[in-house]
């Protein structure tokens, strides 16, 4: 989902918020690099060929394995996301070896096919809804152009101006393609998700918990994050953590996830304020969710809903992502997929989200992690 460009592919690339990127010598413990531009395919050394072909067997049958296992509990998440790492194995095998090209054409409308069905979809349910004039046919036509704006980037030439405007760069590979169209759509996805679904969402939330699958849901995310950066594709171990920005926890990283989690917390108590005395009908419904969705949980469920969101989305949103698309854009989408709150709470989200890219760049992903699972324990303990 979220490779760096070819140009990069022997470090992190830098990230837009982060100022100017220290050079560094190449690791040795990565793979070779995928070509410069599309369709120039170097000659790998054949050793390498074989490791990164090693690589892409035990992700068919770990894939396979999970995926077969996903369907049979049940897991749509899961499956999903398993689904979503399988394509983007495809597109890092592409990158690597011209050999692999059929596979990933042979899937490369996926993404893009399934996008537009979904905002068809989001207007079909809007177009049912409550919702009356020039509100409702305005929503209707933002989801239809969405659709079409999805199904567009089928195209080559639309999918790589895409990779350039999202990722700012020349160089584009079929990974930066498939990222930029899942990017796309969750952008896309905030405004007609949240007025086609909220009445569901809001009436579901105790329904929608108890199917939870929060192992599942978190072993999905990492999967997604791993085949994102190309583990045992392009990178091994060692440079796959680090690429990700998962580090141990110092004494100084420490002192940041305290700092943190007071400032998440109190960030949410002075805007959870504000939302109650100037929009107390907002502040009913996002309540009314929350409540529902987390009210009942018992300790043992908070902490497996806190290991889950905050470790599955830091290492994909942040750790995966941010240094690609930048802490703006990124927090951006962080808020849009979070369509179950109303407006308010989706900027709160936003904000939220900035804080935590903030301490990704400054220390790494795993002490946003830190602070996001705490936070998120403390918030659902206390709802």
């Given at each position: 989902?979220?490779?760096?460009?070819?140009?990069?592919?022997?470090?992190?690339?830098?990230?837009?918020?982060?100022?100017?990127?220290?050079?560094?010598?190449?690791?040795?413990?990565?793979?070779?690099?995928?070509?410069?531009?599309?369709?120039?395919?170097?000659p790998a050394e054949p050793a390498r060929l074989w490791t990164a072909e090693k690589g892409l067997l035990c992700w068919l049958v770990a894939l396979a394995a999970i995926g077969v296992g996903a369907l049979i509990l049940r897991e749509q998440e899961l499956a999903l996301l398993v689904a979503?790492?399988?394509?983007?194995?495809?597109?890092?095998?592409?990158?690597?070896?011209?050999?692999?090209?059929?596979?990933?054409?042979?899937?490369?409308?996926?993404?893009?096919?399934?996008?537009?069905?979904?905002?068809?979809?989001?207007?079909?349910?809007?177009?049912?809804?409550?919702?009356?004039?020039?509100?409702?046919?305005?929503?209707?036509?933002?989801?239809?152009?969405?659709?079409?704006?999805?199904?567009?980037?089928?195209?080559?030439?639309?999918?790589?101006?895409?990779?350039?405007?999202?990722?700012?760069?020349?160089?584009?590979?079929?990974?930066?393609?498939?990222?930029?169209?899942?990017?796309?759509?969750?952008?896309?996805?905030?405004?007609?998700?949240?007025?086609?679904?909220?009445?569901?969402?809001?009436?579901?939330?105790?329904?929608?918990?108890?199917?939870?699958?929060?192992?599942?849901?978190?072993?999905?995310?990492?999967?997604?994050?791993?085949?994102?950066?190309?583990?045992?594709?392009?990178?091994?171990?060692?440079?796959?953590?680090?690429?990700?920005?998962?580090?141990?926890?110092?004494?100084?990283?420490?002192?940041?996830?305290?700092?943190?989690?007071?400032?998440?917390?109190?960030?949410?108590?002075?805007?959870?304020?504000?939302?109650?005395?100037?929009?107390?009908?907002?502040?009913?419904?996002?309540?009314?969710?929350?409540?529902?969705?987390?009210?009942?949980?018992?300790?043992?469920?908070?902490?497996?809903?806190?290991?889950?969101?905050?470790?599955?989305?830091?290492?994909?949103?942040?750790?995966?992502?941010?240094?690609?698309?930048?802490?703006?854009?990124?927090?951006?989408?962080?808020?849009?997929?979070?369509?179950?709150?109303?407006?308010?709470?989706?900027?709160?989200?936003?904000?939220?989200?900035?804080?935590?890219?903030?301490?990704?760049?400054?220390?790494?992903?795993?002490?946003?992690?830190?602070?996001?699972?705490?936070?998120?324990?403390?918030?659902?303990?206390?709802?």
């Open positions: 989902m979220f490779s760096d460009p070819p140009a990069f592919r022997d470090g992190e690339p830098p990230d837009p918020q982060a100022g100017p990127p220290k050079e560094r010598e190449p690791a040795a413990s990565e793979l070779p690099p995928a070509p410069m531009t599309m369709g120039a395919f170097p979503l790492s399988g394509l983007l194995i495809a597109a890092q095998a592409a990158d690597f070896d011209a050999r692999w090209d059929g596979l990933y054409y042979a899937v490369s409308w996926v993404v893009p096919v399934a996008a537009a069905g979904t905002f068809v979809a989001l207007a079909v349910l809007l177009f049912q809804s409550e919702l009356l004039g020039l509100p409702r046919w305005g929503l209707i036509f933002f989801a239809g152009a969405s659709a079409a704006a999805c199904l567009a980037t089928a195209f080559p030439p639309i999918a790589d101006g895409l990779v350039r405007a999202l990722f700012s760069t020349d160089l584009v590979s079929r990974s930066d393609q498939l990222c930029a169209r899942l990017v796309l759509a969750g952008l896309l996805l905030a405004v007609p998700g949240w007025f086609a679904l909220r009445d569901y969402l809001t009436d579901d939330s105790q329904t929608l918990m108890e199917q939870l699958p929060l192992g599942g849901g978190l072993l999905g995310y990492v999967l997604l994050a791993l085949a994102a950066v190309g583990f045992l594709v392009r990178r091994d171990l060692r440079a796959t953590l680090d690429r990700l920005g998962l580090k141990p926890l110092t004494v100084s990283h420490a002192a940041t996830v305290v700092l943190g989690v007071i400032g998440l917390l109190l960030l949410n108590k002075g805007a959870d304020s504000l939302q109650q005395h100037a929009f107390p009908e907002l502040w009913k419904r996002d309540q009314e969710f929350n409540e529902a969705l987390a009210g009942g949980l018992s300790h043992v469920q908070a902490v497996l809903l806190g290991l889950s969101a905050g470790i599955g989305e830091e290492i994909t949103i942040r750790g995966a992502l941010q240094p690609r698309l930048g802490l703006v854009l990124t927090s951006v989408l962080f808020a849009s997929l979070h369509i179950q709150y109303s407006w308010y709470g989706m900027g709160v989200i936003f904000a939220l989200g900035l804080i935590l890219g903030a301490i990704r760049q400054r220390t790494s992903t795993t002490a946003a992690m830190a602070v996001h699972v705490i936070y998120d324990i403390v918030a659902v303990l206390a709802t």
